[in-house]
């Protein structure tokens, strides 16, 4: 079989065009072959419709090869239509509300950016790209918009996900034409900041990107090379990136220095923040000067500058559909329970189920006032929502981010409150309490398990030396951390007991007042309490800093 091997051997770089030839020479002596075999007629027909096909083809190849050669240059990109916005941003640092810290750092920026020319003779290093880190719905782009009217630069802005496109090199295409585009106007105005939103749908590790990995990666890539580019060219272009997803998950070669190397953390607003940020918005709107913010402020908690005004605008709809005109505290709390548990819908029960979740209800609401050393009683309801009959709702008085043996514990009493409530007044008890158990076991089995709070403080050094992984336990300390959970929550569950026999005629009042009236106020369970000579206990003193670790 030499000569075989031989052969192709000796073909070398010619096979290509060889099997086109040969293919050529077979397709047209076929074609020579049939044509004369056909009758004239036919043959004259084959011979005229030859050059319309011929057109046709050639029309179509050109119709796709533009359409292809235009996505890749961006011709149809979204982003001259909607996404570029010039000196008209506007936004001021003092429209910025409720995130003082970041406003701190951005300011800095600020001041940066105007002193460039300073900056460069004294050889400092200069900021090319900063990444705005934090939950959604904080603020990150209100916070970008106002550094750029500040400092009285142009602004362009981009989500990231309108890079990622089906295509292979057309997010890559984007890249450029945005950053060209950005350099044209710092050409123009001094410097320019361009603003990409979501930086993590093309900024995720690329070890992560298994969907559609290939043109996530080529996109990012020529993000690189483009913020690279910004370190030797004249021009100040200023990238700020957005994202809500963890440092971690970010390719690590976006955070290299000269690179998006600064970060600004937009955290949601703390209590002062949030105050702000109601009154802010509660001026936009007709509102009663008797809606206490601060009460709103703490009810709060958690929640984002999106959260609040979201809120105040659902609260002018309820408002106004109520034929007010303006908007009560009532609108607003109304407002926040529609957004956390749905609307209202009334479920036909019957006076017993009734009567069951009204004392349910007001077990927890009793336990929670008298024994929890840092939540606050808001509200509590029967009125039936998505998938609950009845709701308390508590917060924390102020943000906390550590959690106290006594917080735990109080936690633990809370939930079993509605299920020790069913038993006293009725014997029995519903399937109403399968959450609440879960939840008090969940706390307890964590509290001796894991944090080595059990009466004895066993767990403690075991736990911590077998790093939470309870195959490496022996048999005996398991069941004697068994016992220790079981006592936890045995010894929670009687004090509710204790409490809630000592409290019945509350009890009782409480069941009575939300049967009449489906939902008490803040201001109504104060007045109840006050009437029964009952007052919340003082704040705990904040745990150090140290206990949660
Ligand atoms: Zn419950």
């Known amino acids: 079989m030499l000569w075989w091997r031989r052969f192709f051997m000796g073909l070398g770089d010619r096979w290509l065009g060889l099997t086109i030839a040969a293919v050529v020479l077979v397709c047209g002596g076929l074609t020579w072959y049939g044509m004369s075999k056909l009758e004239s007629f036919y043959r004259t027909m084959q011979l005229a419709t030859m050059p319309m096909w011929f057109l046709t083809m050639i029309i179509g190849s050109v119709i796709s090869a533009l359409i292809y050669v235009s996505l890749l240059f961006g011709m149809f990109s979204k982003q001259d239509r909607k996404n570029i916005k010039g000196k008209e941003v506007n936004v001021h640092f003092s429209d910025v509300i409720g995130i003082d810290e970041a406003k701190e750092e951005a300011w800095e920026v600020v001041q940066l950016l105007k002193d460039r020319a300073r900056l460069k003779k004294v050889g400092g290093k200069i900021i090319r ?11 990150k782009t209100y916070l970008a918009k106002a550094i750029a009217t500040e400092a009285g630069i142009p602004f362009i802005s981009l989500a990231a996900s309108d890079f990622v496109e089906i295509f292979v090199g057309v997010g890559a295409s984007r890249v450029r034409k945005l950053f060209k585009d950005a350099r044209r106007k710092a050409y123009a105005q001094g410097a320019c900041i361009v603003f ?37 060219s004249e021009e100040n272009v200023i990238v700020i990136g957005a994202t809500n997803a963890e440092e971690e998950v970010m390719d690590q070669a976006l955070l290299r220095p000269g690179r998006f190397d600064r970060k600004i953390y937009v955290d949601r607003p703390n209590l002062e923040g949030r105050e702000k940020l109601f009154a802010y918005y509660l001026g936009k709107v007709q509102a009663d000067p008797s809606v206490d913010i601060r009460r709103l402020a703490r009810r709060g908690v958690g929640k984002t500058p999106a959260d609040i005004e979201n809120m105040v605008k659902e609260a002018a709809l309820i408002s106004t559909r109520n034929k007010r005109d303006k908007i009560t505290y009532e609108d607003i709390s109304e407002a926040l329970e529609r957004i956390e548990l749905g609307i209202k819908h009334r479920k036909s029960m019957n006076e017993m189920e009734r009567r069951l979740v009204a004392y349910h209800e007001a077990g927890h609401l009793i336990v929670l006032y008298m024994l929890h050393p840092t939540d606050d009683v808001f509200k509590a309801s029967i009125i039936a929502r998505r998938g609950t009959l009845g709701v308390v709702h508590h917060n924390p008085r102020e943000e906390l981010h550590t959690h106290s043996r006594e917080k735990l514990m109080a936690d633990i009493k809370v939930s079993l409150a509605g299920y020790v409530s069913e038993k006293l007044v ?56 068994n016992a220790e959970t079981n006592a936890l929550f045995r010894s929670c569950a009687e004090e509710v007991d204790r409490l809630l026999t000592k409290e019945r005629p509350l009890l009782d009042r409480f069941a009575s007042e939300l049967l009449k009236r489906e939902e008490l106020e803040y201001d109504d369970i104060e007045a109840i309490f006050a009437e029964y000579g009952k007052s919340r206990p003082p704040v705990a003193a904040k745990p150090k800093s140290d206990s949660s670790s």
């Open 129 to 139: 790209g900063i990444l705005m880190q934090g939950p959604p719905g904080c603020g």
């Open 196 to 232: 990409i939103d979501e930086l993590d749908a093309v900024g995720r590790s690329r070890t992560f990107s298994w969907m559609g990995g290939q043109e996530t990666n080529s996109t990012l890539n020529s993000l690189l090379v483009e913020m690279d580019g910004l370190q030797e």
């Open 426 to 481: 009725s014997g029995t008890t519903s399937n109403g309490v399968a959450g609440d158990f879960q939840h008090a076991m969940v706390v307890a089995h964590d509290m001796v398990w894991r944090l080595g709070m059990g009466s004895k403080y066993l767990g403690d050094w075991q736990m911590m030396a077998s790093n939470g992984n309870s195959t490496q336990l022996s048999e005996t300390v398991k069941s004697e951390l």
